[in-house]
């Protein structure tokens, strides 16, 4: 199922590929397969490994200059618990309900301190959407994703305490020396209640700021444009994953037939973003996979998510073009990499086989014209140049009312300017006559190359021309 001393040996692939960060999916200690229900924080799951597997997983992605990001499910935890048990505790024996098998969760705590622990979850007195009954007793509990996953009360000192706890513990006290988190779910910290939750993330930034000021949280607020451009504007959080951007109807699968809302799909999402970093994608975990069995179709996909300003977040498996099964279950967005090395792979239960149209990752790396290599070779531009990565745009051509194909991105960052020519044609090649001063500087062509006649160039189907200006 892999592990943490397998990333381990996986870092040299992915900064071959050009990637500078990697986020980890949930490893603290839980029941679950995917673990986002957490039984204890400060413990590495035994599938993935042990805190010293962590340590060096990251020592060895920073000699490299990988910065590591893990996730961090701050609204809920499993319901083994320990801080739930002991809240539950707390709250029967405020009702009068406290079992003989639940008075050892209050042992030595004065009233104040067991008040304090009722306080750390949400429950309630009556049954209502989204709550669980605690067995053997009158009350519920919030639990908004599942009866396992019981809801932390942002309001509760405690809770915040172990959020804060937590947080330093993995950046400085556990020695781990990660880089920042990615915070699941941040729009039910406080049921739809922006203004709340912006206040919320404000303080959870602040914890990682008190250990390293420049560390990077980003948060999962899986909502529209306007929802999530308030959240921008309203907290300090560095990074949203912008989900405008994923999926079938996101702006860059679509725009790949839309060069129009492409292009309006940039502009908004850093619209949004502000002074903050954008965080593009195409897919994750919990979305249906994005790649196409079409060689040229994936690269160019890749190719438009790659060439967008921002922290621009790959799902793994991308990358080699691994395909979803008819299932769309979670367990299906998570089936094994096609290595290549002989390894036996085992897939989460219940998940339907993926295919792998393009070959297992050894091959495609001896490939020079595979998709692994295209994206490296975008990867390599977006190092570069960072007025592609990280530019603002500065004006464009070739509008969508335009009948060419064409369409030309300009972009500043600190006096770096750059172009970026796209044919949105998967047919045929377009001709774009350079300004004076204009060079050519890289290309990503799903197929052939860009060719130059007397400052003109004819840039193939469903290709990426970058130009210095």
């Not at 009068?96 to 009233?111: H, I, M, P, R, V």
């Not at 404000?202 to 948060?219: A, K, L, M, T, W």
């Not at 099964?325 to 993926?354: I, Y």
């Amino acid at each position: 199922m892999g592990d943490l001393n397998g990333v381990t040996q996986k870092l040299d692939y992915i900064h071959q590929l050009g990637f500078d960060g990697i986020w980890l999916m949930p490893i603290f200690q839980s029941p679950s397969y995917h673990k986002y229900n957490t039984t204890d924080y400060y413990k590495i799951d035994p599938d993935y490994g042990t805190a010293a597997d962590l340590k060096q997983l990251v020592s060895r992605a920073h000699e490299l200059g990988i910065k590591v990001i893990i996730d961090l499910a701050l609204n809920h935890s499993a319901t083994d618990n320990i801080n739930f048990l002991k809240a539950c505790a707390a709250e029967a024996q405020q009702r009068g309900e406290l079992k003989d098998s639940e008075k050892q969760y209050l042992e030595g705590l004065s009233t104040d301190q067991i008040s304090a622990l009722a306080q750390m979850y949400s429950f309630a007195d009556t049954s209502r959407n989204g709550y669980t009954q605690v067995p053997g007793h009158s009350f519920f509990y919030e639990s908004n994703f599942s009866s396992t996953m019981p809801e932390f009360n942002f309001d509760s000192p405690l809770a915040q305490d172990l959020f804060r706890s937590v947080i330093h513990y993995w950046m400085d006290e556990a020695n781990a020396g990660v880089d920042g988190y990615r915070l699941d779910a941040v729009s039910y910290y406080y049921m739809n209640n922006t203004s709340a939750n912006t206040a919320a993330l404000n303080r959870i930034q602040s914890y990682g700021q008190e250990v390293d000021p420049d560390c990077y949280f980003v948060g999962e607020c899986w909502q529209n444009s306007p929802i999530i451009t308030q959240y921008y504007s309203d907290s300090t959080l560095n990074s949203y994953f912008w989900f405008p951007a994923q999926g079938a109807n996101g702006f860059v699968s679509e725009g790949m037939y839309d060069k129009g809302k492409y292009l309006r799909g940039e502009k908004a999402m850093l619209e949004a973003a502000g002074s903050d970093i954008a965080a593009p994608f195409l897919d994750n975990h919990d979305t249906a996979r994005m790649t196409f069995s079409a060689l040229d179709m994936a690269k160019f996909q890749y190719g438009l998510l790659a060439t967008l300003s921002g922290n621009v977040f790959t799902y793994y498996g991308d990358e080699c073009g691994i395909g979803q099964g008819q299932s769309n279950n979670d367990e299906s967005k998570r089936t094994h990499m096609p290595w290549g090395d002989g390894q036996e792979c085992q897939d989460p239960a219940n998940a339907a086989e993926s295919y792998y149209p393009h070959g297992d990752v050894k091959t495609q790396l001896a490939d020079p014209n595979s998709l692994v290599n295209f994206v490296a070779a975008a990867n390599r531009l977006r190092n570069a140049y960072p007025a592609l990565g990280w530019g603002q745009i500065d004006g464009n051509e070739f509008e969508e009312d335009d009948e060419t194909s064409l369409l030309a991105i300009d972009k500043s960052l600190d006096g770096e300017k750059v172009r970026v020519v796209y044919n949105f044609s998967r047919v045929e090649a377009a001709d774009y006559q350079a300004a004076a001063g204009e060079k050519l500087v890289g290309q990503l062509c799903s197929k052939g190359a860009v060719q130059e006649t007397d400052g003109k160039y004819s840039i193939p189907a469903y290709s990426i021309a970058l130009f210095q200006k």
